[in-house]
């Protein structure tokens, strides 16, 4: 069955750590990769997504992601976080042209000012 | 303002009753999407629609129901016989691009 495995369940950092958090996934054909976020009392919102081309893929608010085939991965990353990136941080799959959107289960994120 | 409208926000409801979730939408994107968020386990599947008087049931749609009599307007019902219906649940539609458009969601208590 199709999945998406994010093992980071909860992650605290200190402003201007460096983030990465995993995402893996099992799906054997081509595939569509999503980050979201849900900022505290806001809707979840795209950070970025990936469908074809180079497998670094920039995002909003310094946010970037590389796909990674061979190891069914798309890790999220940030070189230095800010107070305001805590949240909690999605991944999902998508098989283009099919309405099946598979949901990572979710890594909050807390940074600590 | 643009985008998905969810309501109520905060919904509490009697064992045996019925309750019905808004969605609607201004985006004119075809395609809409009902998911059910519980703590631990991201968000899950109920129903989705691609067009106007079509729907098709997802990963979880026991004890839920959905109409889509016009393309803003994607309402779920749920009903007395989802065993445990406490949980947030968010509307979307699917953009152009392939992209998610979350509402703000709706959070159900059942006493």
């Known amino acids: 069955a199709q999945s998406v495995s994010q093992h980071n369940h909860h992650v605290i950092l200190s402003e201007a750590a460096s983030l990465e958090l995993g995402c893996n996934y099992s799906y054997g054909g081509t595939v569509n990769l999503f980050w979201y976020v849900q900022y505290p009392g806001q809707h979840l919102q795209l950070l970025l997504k990936?469908?074809?081309?180079?497998?670094l893929v920039k995002g909003i608010k310094g946010f970037e992601a590389e796909f990674i085939k061979s190891k069914f991965s798309f890790n999220l990353r940030k070189p230095s976080v800010q107070w305001s990136d805590t949240a909690e941080y999605f991944c999902?799959?998508?098989?283009?042209?099919?309405?099946?959107?598979?949901f990572g289960t979710g890594t909050r994120l807390k940074v600590l000012a | 303002d643009g985008g998905i409208t969810q309501s109520p926000k905060y919904l509490f409801r009697k064992e045996g009753q019925n309750v019905t979730l808004s969605c609607e939408q201004n985006l004119n994107h075809d395609a809409m999407y009902w998911y059910r968020q519980d703590p631990g386990q991201g968000l899950r599947l109920i129903y989705y629609?691609?067009?106007?008087?079509?729907?098709q049931k997802g990963d979880i749609a026991e004890g839920y129901s959905v109409s889509r009599e016009k393309k803003e307007s994607f309402p779920l019902t749920v009903t007395s016989a989802q065993k445990n219906p406490t949980a947030f649940y968010l509307c979307a539609a699917e953009g152009f691009t392939g992209e998610l458009f979350f509402g703000e969601g709706s959070r159900l208590t059942v006493l």
């Open positions: 990936y469908f074809s081309g180079d497998p």
């Open positions: 999902a799959v998508n098989a283009p042209g099919t309405y099946k959107y598979i």
């Open positions: 629609s691609q067009i106007v008087n079509d729907f």
